[in-house]
């Protein structure tokens, strides 16, 4: 008989992401099951269904990916699930809050692509949600000298904690109310990653056009108006004023073929962990 391949797509918000029930459908699993509000508190029951269930051999056949809004909440619910796995008891398990380490993989890998990081300065404008907490530690694990901004100061210095206690690096928290003061943020930046919420413009045209240092920049958003102004979703690397632009569809093409390609190799085995490392790696593989 023929296993079926069975995600258990656990979320941190009420209701389980449908773009991630959609994009696991198309990564390779044969069956989505979704369960939202989820916590380290009440996830056991869930995660042991998993393991206990099928032989060494089948265990593959079934696997985990967390997701959610929140990814504070998100990091903590997938490492209560690690820590319920024992010996062999365990099944792949994939991290992806809002898309975050998908998207900020794609978008990064795809900024690697046209130009060098290294000793780059880089502000991710808004980075204070999942996508740019993922790619401010890209950025830097490239070598970039990263920056990000959020309208209030202590979610900057939170989100910079945060990152700083996952992947030990440093980043530094910027206050940027409005265009102007994050254009004031990215005078002297040879690297923009704009990962402010859907349909919010974090810089307008001017903030950038006439920059003489800015030499890469993408946008995470494709929610009109985009986070850059006088850029388009579409931009795959296009020259725009003497920058290399990367838009949020133009490299949302890579995002979805790495989110489905992490779902199909969950199934390779019943031991792999896909969060940040794994998923960066792999992205700048596929690029
Ligand atoms: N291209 C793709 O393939 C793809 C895939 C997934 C997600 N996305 C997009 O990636 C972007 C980032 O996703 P996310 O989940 O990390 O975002 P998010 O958590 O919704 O928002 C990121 C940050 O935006 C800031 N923000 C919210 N409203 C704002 C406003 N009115 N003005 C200025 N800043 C504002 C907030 O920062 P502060 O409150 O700290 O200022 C917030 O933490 C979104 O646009 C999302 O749609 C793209």
């Not at 740019?132 to 209030?152: D, H, I, W």
């Not at 900057?156 to 206050?175: G, K, L």
């Not at 946008?219 to 020259?239: F, Q, R, S, V």
Request: charged share 25%; glycine share 10%.
């Amino acid at each position: 008989m023929q296993m079926k391949k069975l995600l258990f797509q656990l979320d941190t918000d009420p209701y389980p992401s449908v773009f991630d029930t959609v994009v696991a459908y198309d990564g390779g699993a044969d069956h989505v099951i979704g369960h939202g509000g989820l916590t380290p508190d009440n996830v056991s029951p869930l995660v042991e269904g998993t393991i206990f269930t099928r032989a060494p051999k089948d265990k593959k056949n079934t696997a985990i990916f967390v997701g959610g809004s929140d990814m504070g909440a998100g990091q903590e619910l997938f490492s209560a699930i690690q820590k319920l796995f024992f010996y062999d008891f365990r099944v792949s398990v994939m991290l992806d809050s809002n898309g975050s380490n998908t998207t900020a993989a794609a978008g990064v890998a795809k900024l690697g692509s046209s130009g060098n990081l290294a000793g780059k300065k880089a502000v991710v404008l808004a980075g204070t949600g999942p996508v740019g907490q993922r790619a401010a530690a890209m950025l830097y694990q490239e070598g970039a000298q990263v920056s990000l901004t959020s309208r209030k100061l202590s979610r900057a210095e939170d989100a910079c904690r945060a990152i700083q206690a996952r992947f030990d690096v440093n980043v530094t928290p910027i206050e940027a109310y409005d265009n102007d003061a994050r254009g004031r943020a990215v005078e002297d930046a040879h690297i923009v990653f704009a990962a402010g919420a859907a349909g919010v413009e974090l810089l307008s045209e001017e903030h950038w056009k006439d920059n003489t240092h800015i030499e890469l920049m993408a946008d995470a958003n494709a929610t009109p108006p985009l986070g850059i102004g006088g850029t388009d979703m579409m931009d795959k690397g296009k020259e725009r004023s003497g920058k290399i632009i990367w838009g949020a569809i133009g490299f949302g093409t890579l995002k979805l073929a790495l989110h489905r390609a992490c779902i199909a190799r969950l199934f390779d085995r019943n031991d792999q962990v896909f969060d940040a490392e794994k998923i960066f790696a792999l992205a700048k593989e596929m690029v």
